[in-house]
């Protein structure tokens, strides 16, 4: 599963983390601006927005998990398995599930025109390729406006404000949402007493103001705890810290290996954590391997070009050591 966070510190910083049990392979991706991208049922798009994200590119076309445009908009996709379900293709504007990122981001520069045009689509279920099945999806779309976050189901495409700036999997967004409700006495402030007013009750230790607070690998569990952190995360607002502060958000709900097992021998976990500045173009990731954040920047001469800039996860672990053993 995945948790997906947008976090406003003077600028918006977007990011998620990336929960399965195999990977595909995914690598960092910039699509330039004049890139011809596909559409399934629609035209070649010869001229858009740059976009950077992390991406599974399959006979040279990039399946985004996630990213931003040079504009300013960000997406991730996180499986939404039991309850996503998507339209047959039919009149008017029709999006694949899997060219959703892509297409959005080429075509919207900021979350008012990307509301406007997703009311106008219709997203369907038409699969990338025999042996690569439409994934159940929802989506957190979000820029320096707000946040949303948009479902298909057995009513239809919806879109729902999404104030907490945080998407994990199932249940549908509105029940995530109003299940928040059950928490609303957690602070980061040391509870006052109101048990019993003649009762002396001694706090034990610091963070007692959290008691209470999800500390399991469920979608719900995750969903109220990124929640809580993101509300009450304080950091510099500038972009290194900000990223560092958005990477501990998201620490928050990581899954190590082997506390989630989802066959005999399988077992899920957080392969990567991707986070994006917009402002500056830049992608930022860890993975499970490597701890060292990494980054990737969209530069001008990146964004002009016609064809994919293709970057390989570092995923052997990087280790400054301010004495060398053979120092010691």
């Not at 979350?111 to 999806?137: E, I, Y």
């Not at 509870?191 to 009750?201: G, H, K, N, R, V």
């Not at 929640?227 to 009450?232: D, E, T």
């Not at 996860?313 to 053979?326: F, G, N, S, T, V």
């Given at each position: ?36 991208l596909h559409l399934r049922c629609g035209p070649v798009l010869r001229q858009h927005y740059a976009m950077i ?236 391997e490597n701890r060292q954040i990494t980054a990737v920047t969209m530069n001008e001469a990146t964004r002009k ?24």
């Open positions: 599963m995945c948790t997906a966070v947008a976090y406003q510190n003077g600028a918006l910083y977007f990011g998620r983390n990336l929960d399965y049990e195999v990977t595909y392979g995914e690598q960092v991706t910039i699509l330039p601006r004049h890139f011809p994200g992390m991406a599974h590119v399959r006979d040279g076309y990039p399946l985004y998990y996630d990213g931003c445009n040079e504009m300013g908009l960000c997406i991730a996709g996180l499986n939404f398995p039991k309850s996503a379900v998507y339209a047959a293709p039919g009149a008017g504007q029709n999006i694949a599930a899997f060219e959703l990122i892509p297409w959005l981001l080429a075509t919207a520069k900021d979350l008012a025109q990307a509301k406007a045009q997703l009311a106008a689509c219709r997203l369907v279920g038409t699969p990338f390729s025999p042996d690569l099945p439409t994934a159940q999806l929802h989506w957190m779309i979000a820029d320096e406006t707000g946040c949303i976050a948009l479902e298909s189901g057995p009513a239809g495409l919806q879109i729902y404000e999404n104030p907490t700036g945080v998407l994990t999997n199932e249940p549908p967004f509105p029940m995530q949402l109003r299940a928040l409700s059950a928490y609303r006495g957690l602070s980061p402030r040391q509870p006052e007493s109101t048990f019993a007013p003649d009762l002396p009750l001694p706090l034990d230790s610091r963070g007692m103001g959290t008691v209470g607070l999800p500390g399991d690998l469920s979608s719900q569990g995750r969903f109220i705890r990124a929640a809580f952190v993101r509300a009450n995360s304080l950091a510099p607002q500038e972009e290194t810290a900000s990223i560092g502060q958005l990477f501990h958000i998201l620490d928050a709900v990581t899954q190590p290996r082997g506390c989630c097992q989802v066959a005999p021998g399988a077992w899920e976990y957080t392969q990567y954590t991707g986070c994006c500045s917009p402002a500056t173009g830049t992608y930022y990731y860890t993975t499970y070009g016609t064809t994919l800039r293709i970057f390989p996860l570092e995923k052997h672990q990087k280790i400054a050591r301010a004495i060398q053993p053979d120092e010691q």
